[in-house]
């Protein structure tokens, strides 16, 4: 039973909601050795170049094989493990796998996702640094993506930590774009690299024109502001299409490529895709 706070009336229980409780205490409790029992693993996602439908890198999005849950999803965990500041040593165990996968397919592009809460450590640029060294990854191919939540926290500290980690030289994408409530003029004043597109937008292109206008002027803007434009989530030849006609630099999406495993991402570096229509 629960009770209200301070009404003194008592509501319905609902089972439901101590199954999620337990659920994510077990979770938490496991995650903790997850890293220790080599239970995390990396599938890869091309990012594919729109002009000449190659391979330019791969985006890691990390996996718990959990012993009896099976296969978790990183929705399922993420945010337990930055509730725990579990993620602090989980995101570096990403980004030197990652970067090491990266130099054992002889240099290709590499984006990692870095949570807020490994940007408020205040150590994210040694920490990078450090893999950079201790993995022989170039700088220059290694792209840290981070959703907007970024900025919009002690704007000045976290210019600041931005551009410690842009002098290493590694490139920054801002993920998800259009979802959060950063505005253009974060945009000018941060030096990001690269705009990803949400795939909420890609998942509308087709239908209302003001959508397709919409997507359009985001990557104008990006264009603008000297950034690349990478579509996520394109699940359509149309969307595809479209997204070519728009100037869009980069692709990413289950049309093109799931993530996959290291060793089946392999073949995806031999041959370009056929992207023309
Ligand atoms: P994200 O960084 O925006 O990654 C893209 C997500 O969209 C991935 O889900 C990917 O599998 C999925 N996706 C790609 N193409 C398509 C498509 O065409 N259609 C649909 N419906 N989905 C597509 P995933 O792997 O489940 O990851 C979800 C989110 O979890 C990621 O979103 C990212 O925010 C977070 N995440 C994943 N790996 C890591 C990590 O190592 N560290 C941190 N901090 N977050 C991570
Ligand atoms: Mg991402
Ligand atoms: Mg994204
Ligand atoms: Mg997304």
Request: aromatic residues 8%.
């Given at each position: 039973?629960?009770?209200?706070?301070?009404?003194?009336?008592?509501?319905?229980?609902?089972?439901?909601?101590?199954?999620?409780?337990?659920?994510?205490?077990?979770?938490?409790?496991?995650?903790?050795?997850?890293?220790?029992?080599?239970?995390?693993?990396?599938?890869?996602?091309?990012?594919?170049?729109?002009?000449?439908?190659?391979?330019?890198?791969?985006?890691?999005?990390?996996?718990?094989?959990?012993?009896?849950?099976?296969?978790?999803?990183?929705?399922?965990?993420?945010?337990?493990?930055?509730?725990?500041?579990?993620?602090?040593?989980?995101?570096?165990?990403?980004?030197?796998?990652?970067?090491?996968?990266?130099?054992?397919?002889?240099?290709?592009?590499?984006?990692?996702?870095?949570?807020?809460?490994?940007?408020?450590?205040?150590?994210?640029?040694?920490?990078?640094?450090?893999?950079?060294?201790?993995?022989?990854?170039?700088?220059?191919?290694?792209?840290?993506?981070?959703?907007?939540?970024?900025?919009?926290?002690?704007?000045?500290?976290?210019?600041?930590?931005?551009?410690?980690?842009?002098?290493?030289?590694?490139?920054?994408?801002?993920?998800?774009?259009?979802?959060?409530?950063?505005?253009?003029?974060?945009?000018?004043?941060?030096?990001?690299d690269i705009l990803k597109i949400d795939r909420s937008f890609v998942d509308?292109?087709?239908?209302?024109?003001?959508?397709?206008?919409?997507?359009?002027?985001?990557?104008?803007?990006?264009?603008?502001?000297?950034?690349?434009?990478?579509?996520?989530?394109?699940?359509?030849?149309?969307?595809?299409?479209?997204?070519?006609?728009?100037?869009?630099?980069?692709?990413?999406?289950?049309?093109?490529?799931?993530?996959?495993?290291?060793?089946?991402?392999?073949?995806?570096?031999?041959?370009?895709?056929?992207?023309?229509?």
């Open positions: 039973k629960s009770k209200d706070a301070g009404g003194g009336r008592w509501t319905a229980y609902h089972p439901s909601m101590h199954d999620e409780l337990m659920r994510r205490v077990s979770l938490a409790d496991d995650l903790r050795y997850a890293l220790d029992r080599d239970e995390l693993v990396l599938h890869y996602q091309p990012t594919v170049d729109m002009r000449t439908g190659r391979v330019v890198g791969f985006e890691a999005l990390v996996r718990w094989q959990h012993p009896s849950r099976g296969m978790v999803p990183p929705l399922d965990f993420i945010g337990v493990a930055e509730a725990t500041g579990l993620i602090v040593p989980l995101g570096r165990w990403v980004m030197a796998t990652a970067c090491r996968q990266a130099v054992r397919w002889g240099g290709v592009h590499m984006a990692v996702n870095v949570s807020v809460r490994q940007f408020e450590t205040g150590t994210l640029a040694e920490t990078v640094a450090a893999v950079l060294a201790e993995t022989g990854m170039p700088p220059h191919l290694l792209t840290l993506e981070m959703t907007e939540s970024v900025l919009l926290t002690d704007t000045d500290e976290n210019l600041a930590r931005i551009t410690e980690l842009k002098a290493l030289g590694v490139v920054l994408a801002m993920d998800d774009f259009g979802t959060g409530y950063s505005s253009l003029a974060y945009l000018r004043r941060f030096p990001m509308r292109l087709g239908g209302d024109p003001a959508d397709g206008a919409l997507v359009q002027t985001i990557i104008r803007l990006a264009h603008r502001f000297g950034m690349h434009a990478v579509a996520e989530g394109i699940e359509n030849a149309a969307q595809l299409t479209i997204l070519r006609a728009m100037d869009c630099d980069y692709a990413q999406g289950f049309f093109l490529s799931r993530p996959l495993p290291a060793s089946e991402a392999t073949r995806l570096l031999v041959a370009p895709f056929e992207l023309a229509s």
